[in-house]
């Protein structure tokens, strides 16, 4: 209910800077999982599957694109695109402010390697066009998403158990009782000396498990197959 709000008119002024759009998002998804502020976006977008709203903002702006670019048409709007189009492309205007939508379309296709479809209007179709540069937007996030996972210091753990982008089934599988614990646990929303040293300042080599003598970074692999505190008083 609020996404078309959030993408309302998006088609022609989708080309500015939408970060608002995507922390409205991502407020919601953190308040859904109940996990704090600070927990990587990257991890929330990979456990509820969600892509940011540009991917479909650039989306629908290129599906209006390709609807103005009929060859023979009277509709106004076509009328209009095409003027602006022959001054957008002879510089007639001096100003950096001017045809930042002709701009943003561009960069859109370039970006999916489709430079050829902005040169020559040419492509099979308009849905055909619509998909394949929302598959091509979603397959360069999901490669910088992983790219995110490898360097970021709070997925170190997390990467091991997320091989793959989308919505994982156990939000909707397990018991609503075990459920946040299972969600703290995966998103490092817990107090495990690897999170906590980190609030109070304490070098990541000395963030130690408390609970044994094993001298080992308290983390989540730690606590789950590690730590002898778990494995002599929880044995089966």
Known sequence: ????????????????????????????????????????????????????????????????????????????????????????????????????????????????????????????????LKKSINTKLSDLFINDWFSTLEISRKCCCYKLFKDKFGFEDYLIKTPHNFLTYVIMFRTRNNKFPVETGCWNNVTAENRICELCTKGTIGDELHYLLECDFFAENFRM
């Open 1 to 128: 209910m609020v996404k078309p709000i959030l993408m309302y008119g998006c088609e022609i002024c989708g080309y500015g800077n939408n970060n608002v759009l995507e922390k409205v998002q991502l407020k919601f998804l953190k308040h859904v999982l109940n996990v704090k502020s600070c927990t990587p976006n990257c991890i929330v977008y990979g456990e509820t599957g969600v892509k940011p709203l540009q991917i479909d903002i650039d989306t629908r702006m290129i599906s209006v694109w390709s609807k103005l670019i009929q060859p023979v048409c009277n509709k106004i709007s076509v009328i209009v695109y095409t003027i602006m189009l022959s001054r957008f492309m002879y510089n007639n205007f001096t100003n950096a402010s001017d045809f930042q939508w002709f701009k943003h379309i561009k960069n859109i296709l370039i970006k999916c390697g489709m430079i050829n479809v902005w040169e020559h209007h040419d492509f099979p179709n308009h849905a055909w």
